[in-house]
């Protein structure tokens, strides 16, 4: 079956520019989350998902960072006023919930310039 | 603060050499997940390890936890250009949310 889509693969940008990075978990995966990872590091938790709610946002850095998933299904990142040091991969994943494993998507490499 | 270690960060192997790469974790958790990242690609999911003294194997990785000590191994049997990537440990908050805590990775390439 089709597993966590995320558009775009890449996207570069300028400093103080927005951006929007779009999730699409696996159907029927009521969780989804939000992960930042910069070069030779492990991923970082942004925003975890519930159904519509963010049900924990402790992981976005700033204000700037914002991220909604109104119909309980696709996600979207959004980055006001963006900043050189937002550049790394940005990862979603998807899961039933609870223990269940999360499954990554293949990410969206964000580069500020 | 969840703090997880893995080392060593950097692996060169030998063909058909086993390994171990170690992931310490500094509070208590009952559920360790190992990933698998190939260059450019996303984490591959490859072992949920969920109680003390679980271990699992697929292929020559084989996985073990031990939460009293919060230590979990990954061992590589035979080392082939195939298991080539970076391996990753995560950790499980569960505070609410299954939030990973993960490593830092460690990399493995093979000797020519």
């Known amino acids: 079956g089709a597993g966590v889509s995320q558009t775009p693969s890449n996207k570069v940008t300028e400093k103080g520019k927005y951006v929007e990075l779009r999730c699409d978990p696996i159907?029927?995966?009521?969780?989804l989350y939000w992960y930042r990872q910069s070069l030779g590091q492990g991923p970082e938790f942004l925003i975890y998902?519930?159904?519509?709610?963010?049900?924990?946002d402790s992981g976005l850095p700033n204000d700037r960072f914002f991220a909604v998933r109104p119909e309980g299904s696709v996600s979207t990142l959004k980055i006001q006023r963006t900043e050189r040091g937002d550049s790394a991969v940005y990862l979603c994943?998807?899961?039933?919930?609870?223990?269940?494993?999360?499954?990554f998507g293949p990410g969206t490499r964000l580069t500020v310039l | 603060e969840l703090k997880v270690e893995q080392n060593p960060l950097f692996l060169s192997m030998q063909e058909g050499k086993n390994y171990t790469i170690y992931c310490n974790y500094s509070t208590t958790s009952d559920r360790l997940y190992w990933y698998r990242q190939d260059p450019g690609k996303s984490l591959e999911s490859l072992f949920v390890l969920l109680s003390n003294g679980a271990v699992k194997q697929e292929g020559r990785l084989m996985a073990s936890l031990d939460t009293k000590a919060r230590l979990s191994t990954l061992h590589i049997t035979a080392a082939g250009h195939d298991l080539s990537a970076t391996y990753f440990c995560?950790?499980?908050?569960?505070?609410?949310?299954?939030?990973?805590?993960f490593g830092q990775g460690t990399r493995l390439t093979i000797n020519p």
């Open positions: 994943a998807s899961s039933y919930g609870g223990l269940d494993t999360q499954y």
């Open positions: 998902f519930q159904g519509t709610g963010a049900a924990d």
């Open positions: 159907s029927g995966h009521t969780a």
């Open positions: 995560a950790v499980d908050t569960y505070q609410g949310a299954q939030k990973l805590v």
